[in-house]
């Protein structure tokens, strides 16, 4: 059973600080939902600061959406301060198997050690899982059923959750595996779901000593929040408010009540 309702009051009671280095399109977005969770975001990126930045945070997201030499160099030099912090990394590997260079790129900051949790799509997990991998851009053209053996791969392999979102969440760490049905069509309608997932999932990890449990409560309480923005919603425009009041306004005890996770056999 995950404490549902704790991890959310943990997070509240004592807010974590967020280190994103992530991409242009998101940073508005992904720090607004950050703070309508109760968390705390920052957003640094050059290789001046990262390093002391990360020194004050407790979670690092590193997000590869709009990526250069550069941010690399910040993401790497982040992530060995976060090794010494011991504070979780969550990876977001946007657009992996699109182009050599994000693939590369993901497989390098995994090499580091340091990642806990990789929140991805299924063309990105079959990517790193050095499968071909179908993509639209940065989205996904595999169906997420189709990743979840190499989900657990890559999982075992780099001794790190893998939360993948897709029509069903599937979270796994290679031991344990669940299932997350939580979440609503209209979240597809709006750029940098994604990533506002994998900035949640370093806030609840933030607050957890269970990299498996924070990565499934995060998506449970982004997906629902999701279904209550979604309510007589018009359109992708008033959807987007709508998901931050919601993610604002959830308390404890409906995330225990209203989450769909259902832990399941590992595949094969």
Known sequence: ???????????????????NITNYVVMNTTANA?????????????IEEVREMTGLADALVLN???????????MLASAAAARKRRIPVVLDPVGAGATRFR???????????????????????????GQKARTRGVDAADPAASAHDAAARLARRH?????????????????RAARVANGHPMMGRL???????????????ARSDDPWQAAAAALALFGLAGELAARACPGPGTFQFRLLDALARIDPRQLRLRARIRCCALPG
Do not use: Y
């Open 1 to 19: 059973m995950i404490p549902l309702d704790r991890m959310l009051n943990e997070v509240r009671q004592r807010p974590p600080l967020v280190h």
């Open 34 to 46: 950050l703070l309508a969770v109760g968390a705390s975001p920052v957003m640094a990126h050059a």
């Open 64 to 74: 590869i959406g709009t990526l250069s030499a550069s941010w690399i160099r910040a």
């Open 103 to 129: 693939t590369r790129t993901a497989l390098r900051l995994l090499a580091t050690g340091t990642i806990a949790i990789v929140r991805a799509n299924a063309s990105e997990i079959l990517a790193l899982d």
């Open 159 to 175: 001794g790190v959750v893998v939360s993948m979102t897709g029509p069903e969440d599937f979270v796994t760490d290679g031991r």
């Open 191 to 205: 750029t940098g779901t994604g990533c506002i997932a994998s900035a949640l999932t370093a806030a609840v990890a």
